[in-house]
């Protein structure tokens, strides 16, 4: 593909995205961002709180999809597709943002906290790409953006089952991103530090989370809408000669 410039203002006007978990955190700012630059969105999480997060996000609802579905399942993960493709004719952008912690110590975490953690987290999100993709190359290109985390880079105590995962999505990210440049489809990933929803205050609550940010050169945990400049701009064709990277959000913490 020719370089064609890009959209100074980082607008996604006319372009169709996929968040999967919108309802809540990350996923609900970066869907907040991409509403104010014009795409047309389709949610897709397994809250029934989805449908008050689209109307929040969107009180018009003709640019708004949401669809309550497990993307652990591969017949949700099809139909969460179908109804985007069918509402809206395309998908240009898939965020895969869902995701789980659960955090225990190696000598504990049992089987099934193991495979709850790598089917959403990793097995979800590259099936999910996979069915998008389809649609992307049927199209002329897309992005991919996956939420991976700086556990995914450098170890931290009780993280095993979640860095396995999120280490994974990061290096699948690239040979997505190779397998797939020849049709003008960008894969990156985004690895931020704690982050202030939900999931990143229940995970780092109390004295694990304060020692912890004594040890972050930035010396504060991360906002949702930090995330969702990030996943903007890879969103935004700006990057088209962007692919495979990991853009890691995280006030300093891993280069030490
Ligand atoms: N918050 C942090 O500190 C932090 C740091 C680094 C990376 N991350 C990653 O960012 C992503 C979002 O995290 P968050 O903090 O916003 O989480 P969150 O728990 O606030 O939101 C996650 C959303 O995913 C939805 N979800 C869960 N399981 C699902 C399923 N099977 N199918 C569909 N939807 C499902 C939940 O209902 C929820 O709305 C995750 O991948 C997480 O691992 C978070």
């Not at 997060?53 to 017949?75: C, L, M, Q, S, Y």
């Not at 990793?122 to 999910?128: R, V």
């Not at 993709?133 to 985390?149: F, L, Q, Y």
């Not at 995914?152 to 999120?166: D, N, Q």
Request: some cysteine; charged content about 20%.
């Amino acid at each position: 593909m020719e370089y064609r410039g890009y959209d100074r203002d980082f607008n996604l006007t006319g372009k169709v995205a996929l968040i999967t978990g919108g309802a809540a955190g990350i996923g609900k700012a970066i869907a907040t961002l991409y509403a104010l630059k014009g795409a047309h969105l389709t949610l897709a999480d397994l809250s029934p709180g989805l449908h008050d997060a689209a109307k929040e996000i969107f009180p018009d609802p003709a640019r708004i999809e949401a669809v309550i579905g497990d993307i652990t399942k591969g017949g949700d993960r099809e139909r969460i597709v179908q109804t985007a493709v069918k509402r809206f004719g395309r998908i240009d952008i898939l965020v895969n943002n869902a995701g789980v912690a659960l955090l225990e110590p190696a000598l504990e975490i049992s089987e099934s906290n193991w495979d709850k953690t790598l089917d959403l987290n990793l097995k979800a999100a590259f099936f999910l790409s996979q069915l998008v993709a389809k649609e992307m190359i049927r199209t002329g290109g897309g992005k991919i953006v996956n939420i991976g985390s700086q556990a995914g880079m450098i170890a931290l105590e009780r993280h095993v089952a979640y860095m396995a995962s999120k280490a994974a999505i990061i290096g699948i990210t690239k040979v997505l991103a190779v397998e797939w440049a020849k049709h003008n489809v960008q894969v990156n990933a985004i690895s931020p530090t704690v982050t202030l929803t939900e999931l990143g205050k229940k995970a780092w609550a109390g004295d694990v989370g304060e020692e912890f940010k004594r040890k972050l050169p930035a010396g504060r945990f991360a906002d949702p809408d930090e995330i969702a400049a990030c996943a903007l701009f890879l969103a935004s064709n700006a990057t088209d000669m962007i692919t495979g990277s990991n853009l890691v959000i995280d006030g300093g913490y891993t280069i030490q």
